[in-house]
């Protein structure tokens, strides 16, 4: 069983082997996917894909119907992989406490690790890049990026308010905006981190914002 505490267990499951076809297919995605975080989408060209994965333009096209086909499959990748790792995350940390407060802090302190490890390897999210750059992309790709921030509020503001039927909060305080905000250190964490070149942030300011909840509802 995978030890959740430890970020790098999370992050090196064991996938089956992949075909030919299927690994060049990650291959492009995980090119683009770095080039549109570090660039933007506007100034990532199909052409560069092509060049830095070593496939000719009718390959890309043989995966990718255009751009935007692309940048969906990529968001719809990284859905699937974050709610995969928020639940194991989230299981994990309930596991080891069954008050829902404690539970949160725990996971809060899992999540400050996951990220600063994830930002060793990658200073940026594809989240971002599209509601940053939503003209850039079709309504598809809006409609998944703007999918992803409320499955975010919908799972922090749920379990904010089974912490607050438990625990009074010590102060009025809107549990959706609260649940908002971890979205919010978060994606703010990973600019902080990409600007100062500091892969701590994002997981010193999501430690501080556990603080905050655990003074709000003790």
């Given at each position: 069983?995978?030890?959740?505490?430890?970020?790098?267990?999370?992050?090196?499951?064991?996938?089956?082997?992949?075909?030919?076809?299927?690994?060049?297919?990650?291959r492009i995605m995980?090119?683009?996917?770095?080039?549109?975080?570090?660039?933007?989408?506007?100034?990532?060209?199909?052409?560069?894909?092509?060049?830095?994965?070593?496939?000719?333009?009718?390959?890309?096209?043989?995966?990718?119907?255009?751009?935007?086909?692309?940048?969906?499959?990529?968001?719809?990748?990284?859905?699937?992989?974050?709610?995969?790792?928020?639940?194991?995350l989230e299981s994990?940390?309930?596991?080891?406490?069954?008050?829902?407060?404690?539970?949160?802090?725990?996971?809060?302190?899992?999540?400050?690790?996951?990220?600063?490890?994830?930002?060793?390897?990658?200073?940026?999210?594809?989240?971002?890049?599209?509601?940053?750059?939503?003209?850039?992309?079709?309504?598809?790709?809006?409609?998944?990026?703007?999918?992803?921030?409320?499955?975010?509020?919908?799972?922090?503001?749920a379990w904010l308010?089974?912490?607050?039927?438990?625990?009074?909060?010590?102060?009025?305080?809107?549990?959706?905006?609260?649940?908002?905000?971890?979205?919010?250190?978060?994606?703010?964490?990973?600019?902080?981190?990409?600007?100062?070149?500091?892969?701590?942030?994002?997981?010193?300011?999501?430690?501080?914002?556990?603080?905050?909840?655990?003074?709000?509802?003790?």
């Amino acid at each position: 069983m995978l030890d959740v505490a430890d970020p790098k267990t999370v992050l090196t499951v064991q996938s089956p082997p992949l075909s030919k076809g299927a690994a060049t297919r990650a291959r492009i995605m995980d090119l683009a996917y770095d080039r549109i975080v570090d660039k933007g989408f506007a100034a990532t060209s199909i052409e560069e894909l092509v060049e830095a994965g070593g496939i000719t333009k009718s390959g890309f096209f043989y995966h990718f119907k255009d751009k935007n086909d692309l940048a969906r499959q990529l968001i719809d990748r990284f859905i699937e992989e974050d709610e995969a790792l928020l639940d194991s995350l989230e299981s994990r940390a309930r596991s080891l406490h069954e008050d829902p407060l404690h539970a949160y802090l725990i996971f809060l302190k899992f999540t400050a690790e996951v990220m600063e490890e994830v930002l060793k390897v990658r200073l940026g999210c594809i989240v971002a890049a599209i509601v940053i750059q939503d003209s850039a992309f079709d309504a598809g790709v809006r409609e998944r990026g703007l999918e992803i921030v409320m499955s975010w509020r919908r799972r922090y503001q749920a379990w904010l308010e089974e912490i607050a039927a438990v625990h009074p909060p010590r102060m009025a305080v809107d549990l959706e905006t609260l649940a908002d905000q971890m979205t919010v250190i978060v994606e703010g964490g990973i600019l902080l981190a990409k600007g100062l070149r500091d892969p701590s942030q994002a997981a010193r300011h999501i430690l501080l914002y556990r603080d905050s909840v655990r003074l709000l509802f003790s």
